[in-house]
């Protein structure tokens, strides 16, 4: 990743305090018991375990004033109103999957909303929606829908809470037929930074139903989502085709990567594909899989694998949905319900390519000779996911860049870096990850790559144009009118300065 150089312009937390009051814990704690609301504070025993993030790079960074643990949408109201008559700022916390631990806000003494007790999801068969509150999480959605017969397209891992998710775009294997998490989204209730509650669509508050589909923690807390479903397919086609060499030259990893990205342009929306370069980037494995049946897909591939050469490794086997589902999120079940997911040490960055500008083929081998000379302590792994979100006919670039918050609808890859340790995080860690960056952006000046934030970069500088692109000012407009006090305000939240504290 671009070498930690990020310039400290001025601190988070003194922005911050411009925009809100000074707090007072006991003013907050009254309140909370007077509005007889569930919550912990430091001194209980599980402080510690519910105060631990998912990234453990940020383990102690934050301490928030009190954890809030809602049942009911009057709560959530009673818990911003209780946080604006201290004076401190608020964040929800849905599954806690945030790369920069953000459900903790980014600065110590902040109201934490966690959806831990609001996890239902009901299946509304008489309009094939769904009612999902934002702590469920991922594996139990796609669990609780198949019950029905129904599924919508999400990320991979079973542990991801819906309540982000669904807040800043939501893509998985699926997205190119269904669309991103956010497009799914037919309507959702939310409490305002005031405590007034709003339930938002295409024609209640459309200002806020669109901010929220791609920036929803700046907007407000969303305690519930409706998401129109899909029927789930019977069955669908795993396949992984890996290309294993241990002298995988520069040209031939450039080679393998263009014609991938080359043949992306015309891949058919059912086939969900990601190449994966794993550790050492010996191993690239191209796999996902196929909305549609064996014959479709043999002919399919067939056309992958001429632009792409004959793999090491082949894998191709009919899965049911969930099967399928289970084996790309590397588990054994996709419940979450009673086994924690378990806490990593990582650093993971991203960029967005558009279509009309494809990676370069020096590029590339730029990034092939970066990975194989550049050293990494030997506690840490990566990998590098070139995630095909576009081509010709995927509905996430169906939708226009102004539909929705999230802009990114004219791109073809989503590329996310992403390095993890056993050990202590280091500075030459990050750097590398920094480099593989630097590395592939080579020979590309002149072209404009965005980034994700679901896969959230608290380094990264211009996130407002790399997130948002020309939404930025829209939302910014909106987030003055909806949230003026900057009561949700925190670190790369619309409105927010463009340095953060790591
Ligand atoms: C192991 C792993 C795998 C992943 N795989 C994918 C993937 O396949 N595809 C993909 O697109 N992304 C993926 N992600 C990224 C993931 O989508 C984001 O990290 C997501 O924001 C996590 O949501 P959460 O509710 O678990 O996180 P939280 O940490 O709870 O929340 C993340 C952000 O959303 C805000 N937020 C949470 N709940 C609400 C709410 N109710 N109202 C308003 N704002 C809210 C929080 O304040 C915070 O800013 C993955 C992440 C991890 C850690």
């Not at 806000?105 to 769904?130: C, E, H, K, P």
């Not at 939310?190 to 405590?195: D, I, M, R």
């Not at 650093?347 to 000779?369: D, E, G, I, Q, Y």
């Not at 390095?419 to 202590?424: F, G, K, N, V």
Request: glycine share 8%; with cysteine; charged share 10%.
């Amino acid at each position: 990743m671009l070498a930690f150089a990020f310039v400290l312009l001025c601190t988070l937390a003194s922005a911050l305090a411009n925009q809100v009051f000074l707090g007072s814990s006991s003013t907050l704690t009254s309140c909370l018991v007077n509005n007889s609301l569930n919550f912990e504070v430091s001194h209980n025993s599980t402080w510690p375990n519910d105060t631990t993030p998912f990234n453990l790079r940020y383990l102690g960074h934050y301490t928030p004033a009190a954890i809030v643990y809602p049942t009911l949408t009057s709560h959530v109201v009673a818990a911003v109103k209780c946080a604006n008559e201290s004076g401190i700022h608020v964040s929800a916390l849905s599954g806690g999957h945030s790369y920069s631990a953000s459900g903790y806000g980014s600065q110590n003494g902040t109201l934490v909303i966690m959806f831990r007790d609001m996890a239902q999801i009901t299946y509304n068969s008489s309009d094939a929606t769904a009612t999902i509150q934002p702590g469920a999480r991922l594996g139990d959605v796609a669990l609780e829908l198949n019950k029905h017969g129904r599924a919508m397209a999400h990320g991979l891992c079973p542990y991801v809470g819906v309540g982000g998710h669904a807040g800043f775009g939501g893509w998985g294997l699926s997205s190119r037929s269904w669309g991103l998490l956010i497009d799914q989204v037919v309507a959702a209730d939310l409490v305002l930074a005031n405590g007034t509650e709003r339930h938002v669509s295409d024609l209640q508050y459309p200002d806020l139903f669109w901010a929220i589909r791609g920036a929803s923690s700046s907007f407000g807390i969303v305690t519930q989502y409706i998401f129109k479903t899909h029927q789930a397919p019977a069955t669908v086609i795993r396949y992984a085709y890996g290309y294993q060499n241990p002298n995988l030259s520069e040209d031939a990893f450039a080679k393998l990567l263009t014609s991938y990205q080359t043949w992306g342009y015309t891949a058919p929306k059912e086939i969900g594909i990601v190449a994966n370069v794993w550790n050492g980037g010996k191993l690239v494995e191209l796999g996902g899989y196929y909305m549609g049946n064996l014959s479709d897909f043999t002919r399919i591939s067939c056309s992958l694998l001429q632009a792409t050469g004959s793999p090491n490794t082949m894998y191709v086997e009919n899965r049911t949905w969930v099967a399928a589902l289970i084996e790309v999120a590397g588990a054994t079940t996709l419940s979450t319900i009673g086994k924690p997911d378990d806490p990593r040490t990582f650093f993971a960055k991203s960029l967005v390519t558009p279509t009309h500008s494809p990676l370069k083929n020096t590029s590339l081998a730029m990034f092939a000779r970066y990975f194989a000379q550049a050293s990494i302590p030997p506690t840490t792994s990566w990998f590098v996911q070139f995630e095909l979100w576009g081509g010709r006919d995927s509905v996430i670039m169906s939708i226009p860049a102004n539909g929705t918050a999230y802009p990114h609808r004219d791109h073809l890859w989503t590329i996310q870096f992403y390095a993890y340790s056993d050990a202590t995080w280091s500075e030459t860690d990050t750097n590398f990850v920094n480099g593989m960056v630097s590395a592939i952006t080579y020979n590309m000046d002149g072209t404009t790559l965005g980034a994700y934030a679901n896969y959230i970069d608290p380094t990264l500088t211009g996130w407002q144009s790399k997130y948002y692109a020309g939404n930025y000012a829209r939302l910014a407009a909106i987030q003055k009118e909806v949230d003026p006090r900057g009561v949700f305000m925190k670190a790369q939240n619309i409105g927010a300065p463009e340095i953060l504290p790591v």
